[in-house]
């Protein structure tokens, strides 16, 4: 049965190849066909023309010289006998008339002197017989025609083909003018017959090669025609690969060529429009960075200052006037937001920079996760759902700025209690051991994955506003352009997933409130040992310095 189905299978995978190929020269098979139709058309147009003059030509050849001896016979012959001719008579004349150079049978009708009706056939009892005659030929021959100046000749000659057991015959009558017998003619063309079938085959055999012929010409000229177009699809499909600098080589000057130009001419302004375009984004990206690092430096000053003040503020003696305790405390706060969006700043230069590396170490999730919570005393708000034990081999700083960034925004724009619940997903399912288990105990080459969700117990994300909420400085409303946060902290955390090679999503729960669901590898060794190159690919490489300690909280915030 197995060896059944494997047959099967093969079978409809061959079909399905087969039928994949057909799609892909749909539109050689096309003008192939197309030619071929054509071709057949004409060439069978032209062989029944020819078939049919050509029967024509040889069925009139051969009627008119058979009916001219025979009426020549009929004058020379039947025309000697006397008006009531007998039996004998008939015989030996029918004989006589059949040895002629045309060879066709004989059969005269006459009355004798009593008026009794006698034959003479040329192939004795056996032969010619009157029954062998059509009646409408026979009317036909004895009716007597009037006599006038447009008709001389009370009685003419009629013929007839008609055919017996699948041969053709030709049958002819007349009378004697002035009285006589009346005399038949049956004339076999079964020789003509096998002529024109010979020619039928031969022109049966010329339309095949005619087919044949344009079956060829139509795939020389599908290939000439096709393999500029091939050639187009393959640069498109480099085209849309990156490549930009693919370009056609252009020969000629028909449509094809007009159209390579133009694939040419599109290619070229994309290609000056991308190079526009990376310029201008790494220009920006520049001077992100260069502003980021120069603003480090008087803000480590301002930073001590307002450390300083914030000191002042918790001295009891109260070191400030009680009017300009206020602007003292605002100055702290926003320069504590200044230094988180300066940090951040840097963090997605380096991200975009493609500079971020790992430092994997062996977690222990259920802990990680605690000392995250514990560290920005969140302990009372988040309800922990873990497994002790249950270890990866993640980078922690990492992992702690993405917890940060989820949880705060968590607690913030859904409110408390926020539930963290973890679970492992693939691999050997192993839920402890140490940190670099990657599922070789149980002899599985999959490492698994830990799935982190985070839920709270909000009103939920607009629908509209969650392909956004991972955006960088997405606001959903612009009503609240300004918010505590930078507007970073979610970009920022996906990215850390990403270069985990990992993800996170962003979803309504049907109980309520947001869920966003983190998913990671367990063991990301597999990462480091990539090229450099690779770790900067699609916003996976994250990197530099990410804020641990409060990390950024109004990404969320906006994007609500």
């Not at 749909?26 to 139709?37: D, G, K, M, N, T």
Request: contains cysteine; negative net charge.
């Amino acid at each position: 049965m197995t060896t059944t189905r494997g047959g099967l299978r093969g079978w409809l995978s061959g079909r399905g190849k087969a039928l994949s190929g057909l799609r892909f020269t749909s539109l050689r098979l096309r003008l192939v066909v197309v030619f071929a139709l054509v071709a057949l058309t004409a060439a069978v147009s032209a062989s029944g023309i020819a078939y049919w003059l050509n029967r024509e030509a040889v069925l009139t050849r051969t009627q008119d010289a058979v009916l001219r001896d025979f009426q020549q016979e009929m004058r020379n012959r039947a025309g000697t006998l006397p008006v009531h001719p007998t039996q004998d008579q008939l015989q030996h004349t029918a004989g006589q008339m059949a040895n002629s150079s045309q060879r066709f049978s004989v059969l005269l009708v006459g009355e004798d002197a009593s008026g009794r009706a006698v034959y003479g056939t040329s192939g004795g009892l056996s032969g010619f017989a009157l029954e062998d005659v059509p009646l409408s030929l026979r009317t036909a021959v004895n009716k007597q025609q009037p006599v006038d100046s447009g008709n001389k000749s009370p009685y003419h000659l009629y013929w007839q083909r008609v055919t017996e057991h699948g041969t053709p015959y030709l049958v002819a009558g007349t009378r004697i003018i002035g009285g006589g017998p009346t005399g038949y003619m049956l004339k076999s063309l079964e020789p003509e017959a096998k002529d024109l079938n010979s020619l039928a085959w031969s022109l049966g055999v010329a339309t095949a090669l005619a087919l044949v012929g344009a079956a060829l010409l139509a795939q020389a000229a599908a290939t000439t025609v096709l393999k500029p177009v091939h050639r187009l699809g393959i640069a498109a499909r480099r085209l849309g690969e990156g490549r930009l600098d693919t370009r056609l080589r252009v020969s000629g000057t028909d449509e094809l060529a007009d159209l390579s130009r133009t694939f040419n001419k599109a290619a070229e302004a994309l290609e000056k429009r991308v190079a526009d375009m990376a310029a201008r984004d790494e220009a920006s990206r520049r001077f992100v960075a260069d502003m980021s690092h120069e603003l480090r430096t008087p803000l480590t000053a301002i930073t001590a200052v307002t450390e300083v003040l914030e000191e002042e503020l918790e001295f009891e003696g109260g070191g400030f006037d009680p009017m300009i305790e206020p602007a003292v405390r605002l100055v702290v706060s926003e320069t504590r937001r200044l230094n988180d969006l300066v940090e951040n700043l840097m963090e997605v230069t380096r991200f975009d920079a493609g500079t971020a590396r790992l430092v994997l170490d062996d977690v222990d999730l259920a802990d990680q996760i605690t000392a995250c919570i514990d560290a920005r005393a969140w302990l009372d708000a988040v309800e922990l759902d873990a497994e002790r034990g249950l270890h990866a081999r993640l980078d922690p700083r990492r992992l702690d700025v993405i917890l940060a960034n989820l949880i705060g925004n968590a607690l913030k724009h859904g409110g408390s209690p926020v539930r963290v619940s973890v679970r492992e997903e693939g691999g050997d399912g192993a839920g402890s051991g140490d940190g670099a288990d990657s599922g070789e105990g149980g002899g599985s080459p999959e490492p698994g994955w830990i799935v982190i969700q985070v839920r709270d117990h909000g009103p939920g994300i607009p629908e509209d506003v969650l392909p956004h909420v991972f955006d960088r400085f997405y606001k959903a409303s612009a009503s609240r352009p300004r918010s505590e946060g930078s507007g970073l902290g979610l970009s920022i955390a996906l990215n850390n997933a990403h270069i985990h090679g990992g993800d996170i999503t962003a979803a309504n729960s049907p109980e309520g409130g947001a869920v966003f669901t983190l998913r990671l590898p367990r063991d990301a060794s597999a990462l480091t040992e990539r090229p450099a190159e690779d770790d900067g690919d699609d916003s996976a490489g994250g990197g530099g310095r990410a804020t641990s300690g409060g990390a950024d909280q109004g990404s969320k915030g906006g994007a609500r």
